[in-house]
């Protein structure tokens, strides 16, 4: 029996080029796009104003059919993921998650390993990650990664409505735009904040970004913002990229040496971040890709 459907989940497994549509209670289509239970499973939440098929998703789905061996689901929410209104946008965002819990609970009901499977939210989508892990009934999400989760409105809204550190197992979040696009305080169990997790970040100024991309109209206002996808992507098919990520209280302290990898805990950003890391941790990025300087 199928409920109505807010969101599209796309499958890339043995073929890539050609993605299977499944949603709720679609046994057919479950079958018919070998989905592999026995493998882990990634489910991508997109950004505001955007889809499965826009940058960002097909970046994180094109690193992870490199590494191979996993089964790669892109949300699709399009239509209540987009502009120009943020304000609707954002509180669709309940709804999505509560949505993608259900599906979940689904894929558990025909033989998904819940322990497996590792949400990544974009944005507004690391939100709705958040909520999905907060309402799936079926088990405890294992393991959320929200990569510079959407700030405005969400600093004033209750923690039912958003990604917290209480919301999965494991919470890892990467901040790179933090007070304007992005959430400014930390909400993981461990919180990574790359040069400063503020914008701009290296190479976004807008002299970098009209120089490199003079026709864009979205990067000169997103580049920093985008920076979160664009490094965890790479730590995905780079296991030695990001080492070092040391914690202290602040950047400034990180600045001035007074946390160093000889000092204080380190890991690595990104996929292969220790789960028992935990806290504020700082590092510096190269300008352009590859970004990490390890």
Same mark, same amino acid.
């Given at each position: 029996?199928?409920?109505?459907? +807010?969101?599209?989940?796309?499958?890339?497994?043995?073929?890539? $080029?050609?993605?299977?549509? +499944?949603?709720?209670?679609?046994?057919?289509?479950?079958?018919?796009?070998?989905?592999?239970?026995?493998?882990?499973?990634?489910?991508?939440?997109?950004?505001?104003?955007?889809?499965?098929?826009?940058?960002?998703?097909?970046?994180?789905?094109?690193?992870?059919?490199?590494?191979?061996?996993?089964?790669? +689901?892109?949300?699709?929410?399009?239509?209540?993921?987009?502009?120009?209104?943020?304000?609707?946008?954002?509180?669709?965002?309940?709804?999505?998650?509560?949505?993608?819990?259900?599906?979940?609970?689904?894929?558990?009901?025909?033989?998904?390993?819940?322990?497996?499977? !590792?949400?990544?939210?974009?944005?507004? #989508?690391?939100?709705?990650?958040?909520?999905?892990?907060?309402?799936?009934?079926?088990? =405890?999400? =294992?393991?959320?990664?929200?990569?510079?989760?959407?700030?405005? $409105?969400?600093?004033?809204?209750?923690?039912?409505?958003?990604?917290?550190?209480?919301?999965?197992?494991?919470?890892?979040?990467?901040?790179?735009?933090? #007070?304007?696009? #992005?959430?400014?305080?930390?909400?993981?169990?461990?919180?990574?904040?790359?040069?400063?997790?503020?914008?701009?970040?290296?190479?976004?100024?807008?002299?970098?970004?009209?120089?490199?991309?003079?026709?864009?109209?979205?990067?000169?206002?997103?580049?920093? !913002?985008?920076?979160?996808?664009?490094?965890?992507?790479?730590?995905?098919?780079?296991?030695?990229?990001?080492?070092?990520?040391?914690?202290?209280?602040?950047?400034?302290?990180?600045?001035?040496?007074?946390?160093?990898?000889?000092?204080?805990?380190?890991?690595?950003?990104?996929?292969?971040?220790?789960?028992?890391? =935990?806290?504020? !941790?700082?590092?510096?990025?190269? =300008?352009?890709?590859?970004?990490?300087?390890?």
């Amino acid at each position: 029996m199928f409920i109505n459907v +807010l969101a599209i989940f796309r499958h890339y497994g043995h073929n890539p $080029l050609q993605p299977s549509q +499944l949603r709720i209670g679609d046994d057919e289509a479950l079958f018919e796009s070998h989905f592999n239970f026995s493998e882990p499973t990634v489910l991508f939440f997109h950004a505001f104003f955007e889809s499965s098929q826009a940058t960002p998703a097909s970046t994180i789905r094109t690193a992870y059919l490199q590494r191979g061996d996993h089964n790669i +689901l892109l949300m699709n929410a399009q239509r209540l993921e987009a502009g120009p209104w943020y304000l609707t946008a954002a509180r669709n965002t309940e709804v999505v998650g509560q949505y993608t819990a259900k599906f979940i609970d689904y894929l558990v009901s025909r033989g998904l390993y819940l322990p497996s499977l !590792h949400l990544i939210g974009l944005s507004l #989508g690391a939100q709705m990650a958040g909520v999905c892990g907060q309402n799936v009934k079926s088990g =405890r999400i =294992r393991r959320i990664t929200g990569l510079d989760p959407a700030g405005p $409105l969400f600093t004033k809204w209750p923690k039912s409505l958003k990604l917290d550190s209480s919301d999965a197992e494991f919470v890892d979040v990467i901040h790179t735009d933090a #007070g304007i696009f #992005g959430y400014p305080r930390s909400i993981g169990h461990v919180d990574f904040w790359p040069n400063g997790g503020i914008s701009p970040q290296p190479g976004c100024t807008i002299p970098e970004v009209k120089h490199r991309s003079p026709d864009s109209i979205l990067e000169p206002f997103f580049c920093s !913002h985008w920076r979160s996808y664009q490094f965890y992507a790479e730590s995905a098919v780079n296991p030695n990229a990001f080492q070092g990520a040391v914690q202290c209280k602040n950047w400034e302290g990180y600045q001035k040496g007074v946390c160093t990898v000889q000092t204080m805990p380190s890991t690595r950003m990104g996929f292969y971040v220790a789960k028992e890391a =935990r806290g504020n !941790h700082f590092l510096t990025t190269n =300008r352009e890709s590859p970004f990490s300087m390890t």
